[in-house]
């Protein structure tokens, strides 16, 4: 009966955390205390063994008003935790600007290797902003900085005080991209300093902590020495939790098996050595109390060499629950001390609610402890194997909604990867942690000790290589919507309590005799709630005319959707942002549910228009068609995109003045560029001058895509569509996008008087060398009764046709609160 209360005063301060984050209204937080109160009232008397019919006795009216109590109590505590802490976050930050000179105090807590630098953590920090005499001011406490240094002169526990220039997280410009801000705040770092310099340090008394990473870093020594760097960068992950040689190309790899979990330091691998060590110590002969003090503080120390990151702090603090319990002789209940676990975590950092390490890490338990146990199985045979595959498939389920909210697409064959994996993760961390210390005293033993670590990691890397393979390996979803999410957890909870209710009718039966019989409809019946789980996740998004102009620094991309759903791109690269197809385009689409792109449009061969694209097309991501002008330079840029498509199996569309392309009702008309006797030779030829121009229409929907023309070429259009009938469609037109990123030898005031957009779109990079865009082009611009947005500004441009009349929405515009 003692969970019941823990878990609804877990409830109580999430809770609270949520209302006072996301509002305070009345209704508001009414609606989400009695929504989650009653979940947690029904969830404990289902555990009690309540069943319709029985009636509520005096006894248990007391014990749910009791948690009511407890409920409303810690959903008080809950949200004052958070309004203070986010004031006074809120309070300091406001004095803070980038790149400001600021003097730093605060305690060395953990470190990281990234790229041959060392990343300081430091906490407990206060500030001062200006470079008088830190000891003798008043500074200003805030909350951890992270310091970015070329040597390691530190010890884990010293006192530093540096002074520098700061960095402030910047948010995502575009959907789908990294927002350092709300990953770094959710962790409790308020901002960065890189170059600074040490004024003076503290040196710790004690140096455990400082000895415990040193460890880990001498075993990754070890794994180097003795393995490959990709294996030695998987195992150094897993082991000892340094990310130093793991690589892009191993992620990518593990998620699309669905094997990422395991790269991060969690309950698998506490449990795996935790327990181990335990029980090996009390086969040994020690007393329980001896053995668990000892488990104890080795897994504490495990804790201390891996970071105590989130997920690491939650397993251990489990651990140790389950430790106590068994010292003093009582059950362990995991719900108790994932309840627990969630409360402390929550209360030293409430923002870490926001952070996926925690959201992952409890959510994949609940998945074992609440899906997984009500599944009932055989022991042994064909019955001992469904439940692997059913427990497996527990976990995949419950954490299926945060794998698409924040990788927007899901791995379909994870179940059986990990069903294949998981068993032989024991001894892969088992040889990997032995082999490590072993390796500290001899390096011939350790290979051979880590030779079947080998032989695993070969086995999963050629397991997930093969499951990318198979036909439909990564369902891109999209961003789920809230609604979404909910319904799926609803539908979950649902079917958990029915398998649970079943299971107990069949241990109820065996109790008394009879034969637990299977109903034939029982497995279709999970089958296909599954299918209806999935579902729920792959709702299609509404088929509604849209442009988005990414931000992508010094550069052009542009997505189109048509009303019937399909998926256009205009450009698509940067001069002065790396990867940009990796990290800013294809995450968008992605983020967008957008499974392929029905046709890419280049206006030409620029690094600033192509540079994303060609990393698309690299990426295995589909494109369907490519379309070009056909009086297009025929440069290396061109020699080198057109292979790239051709090994991803893309058709190349030629277009010429005046032709026509049909999307269903959506439509691309070239405007230019027209005949060019020297084109082909792709030498003489400016290529800004001959990017195809498009005129796109849907409806009342319309718009035009400039390219780099100037207004030379403007002035060609205006002359060619006074001679055709497509002039007279091309008019009044609802976007427009600023030819060569606003450059004053474009743009012409002519040319845009001619179109009168609504709506005129610039995307250029703050910092540029072209000084776009130019006062000039941006005069024409209003001149012409044109909105000038741009993305340097506002991130994302979205145009919709709203109620008969353009609407811009800026991506940075929406997103008000860093945790959005």
């Known amino acids: 009966m003692t969970k019941r209360p823990l878990c609804l005063g877990a409830a109580g301060v999430l809770s609270g955390i949520l209302a006072a984050a996301y509002g305070w209204s009345v209704f508001a937080r009414a609606l989400l205390a009695c929504g989650v109160l009653a979940c947690g009232i029904l969830g404990g008397i289902f555990a009690d063994g309540y069943r319709p019919g029985d009636g509520i006795s005096p006894s248990e009216r007391k014990r749910t008003a009791f948690g009511a109590g407890v409920f409303l109590l810690m959903f008080a505590l809950g949200s004052g935790r958070y309004l203070e802490a986010e004031e006074s976050r809120q309070a300091y930050l406001g004095e803070l600007q980038d790149g400001m000179y600021v003097t730093v105090q605060g305690q060395l807590a953990g470190k990281q290797v990234q790229k041959n630098r060392y990343v300081y953590e430091l906490t407990s920090c206060m500030f001062r902003t200006d470079s008088s005499n830190f000891l003798q001011a008043e500074p200003v406490s805030c909350g951890g900085v992270l310091i970015y240094s070329d040597s390691d002169d530190c010890s884990i526990g010293d006192i530093l005080i540096y002074h520098g220039e700061i960095t402030l997280w910047k948010r995502a410009s575009n959907e789908g991209a990294f927002d350092a801000k709300a990953y770094y705040f959710a962790r409790g770092f308020d901002f960065a300093m890189e170059g600074s310099a040490l004024d003076r340090k503290v040196c710790a008394k004690r140096q455990t902590a400082e000895a415990l990473w040193q460890l880990g870093q001498r075993i990754k020594e070890v794994y180097l020495k003795t393995m490959g760097e990709r294996d030695a960068g998987i195992l150094a992950t897993m082991v000892v939790g340094d990310r130093e040689f793991l690589d892009a190309e191993t992620k990518r790899l593990y998620q699309i098996g669905g094997l990422s979990h395991i790269l991060a330091i969690s309950g698998l691998h506490i449990s795996v050595i935790g327990m181990a060590l335990y029980r090996m110590l009390k086969k040994a002969g020690l007393p329980f109390g001896m053995a668990a003090l000892a488990a104890a503080g080795v897994m504490y120390g495990y804790g201390g060499m891996a970071g105590w990151g989130v997920s690491v702090r939650r397993a251990v603090l489990m651990f140790l629950l389950f430790l106590g319990a068994q010292v003093i002789g009582r059950s362990y209940d995991t719900f108790c001390a994932l309840a627990f676990a969630a409360v402390a975590l929550l209360w030293k950092n409430p923002c870490l609610f926001w952070d996926a390490g925690f959201r992952f890490s409890f959510v994949a338990i609940l998945g074992v402890v609440w899906v997984g146990q009500s599944i009932s199985y055989e022991k042994k045979g064909m019955g001992a194997l469904r439940g692997k595959i059913f427990a497996a498939s527990a976990v995949w389920f419950t954490t299926l909604p945060l794998v698409a909210w924040y990788f927007y697409e899901i791995p379909v064959y994870a179940v059986f990867v990990n069903l294949l994996m998981l068993p032989m993760m024991g001894v892969l961390l088992g040889f990997g942690a032995a082999g490590g210390m072993v390796g500290l005293l001899s390096l011939p033993l350790a290979k051979g000790m880590l030779f079947p670590c080998r032989i695993l990691l070969f086995m999963g890397k050629h397991i997930c290589a093969l499951a990318g393979m198979l036909p439909g390996a990564m369902w891109i979803v999209g961003r789920p919507q809230r609604w979404q ?336």
């Open 485 to 820: 999410i909910a319904v799926y957890y609803a539908f979950l909870g649902v079917g958990t309590c029915l398998l649970h209710r079943q299971r107990e009718q069949r241990e109820r039966e065996k109790e008394h005799g009879r034969r637990a019989e299977q109903k034939n409809g029982g497995h279709p019946g999970v089958f296909l709630a599954a299918l209806l789980l999935l579902a729920v996740l792959g709702v299609s998004r509404s088929g509604e005319a849209e442009l988005d102009m990414l931000d992508v620094g010094q550069g052009d991309a542009c997505y189109l959707q048509t009303k019937e759903g399909y998926h256009l791109f205009v450009d698509g690269g940067s001069s002065n942002v790396g990867k940009v197809g990796t990290y800013r385009i294809l995450p968008f689409l992605k983020y967008k549910g957008v499974k392929k792109i029905d046709c890419w449009v280049v206006s030409h061969t620029d690094e600033d228009h192509i540079s994303g694209l060609r990393e698309i097309l690299s990426s295995g991501y589909p494109v369907e068609y490519l379309a070009v002008a056909e009086q297009m330079p025929r440069d290396e840029n061109w020699e080198e995109l057109e292979a790239l498509a051709e090994d991803a199996g893309t058709k190349v569309v030629w277009l010429r003045r005046g032709d026509i392309w049909h999307f269903g009702n959506a439509t691309f008309t070239a405007l230019h560029p027209g005949e060019s006797e020297d084109a082909f030779g792709g030498q003489s030829v400016d290529k800004n001058e001959e990017s195809l121009v498009l005129f796109y229409q849907e409806d009342d929907f319309a718009g035009v895509f400039t390219g780099d023309i100037g207004a030379t070429q403007e002035e060609e259009i205006l002359t060619w569509l006074q001679k055709t009938k497509t002039g007279a469609d091309v008019q009044k037109i609802d976007f427009y996008k600023a030819a060569h990123h606003g450059s004053r030898y474009s743009n012409s005031t002519g040319f845009l008087e001619a179109l009168a957009p609504e709506i005129a779109l610039v995307s250029c990079s703050r910092t540029n060398r072209y000084g776009h865009p130019s006062k000039e082009a941006v005069g024409h611009m209003q001149q012409a009764g044109s909105q000038v947005y741009y993305t340097m500004e506002s991130g994302r441009l979205c145009v919709k046709k709203t109620d008969g009349q353009a609407v811009c929405q800026g991506y940075l515009e929406e997103k008000e609160q860093w945790w959005q």
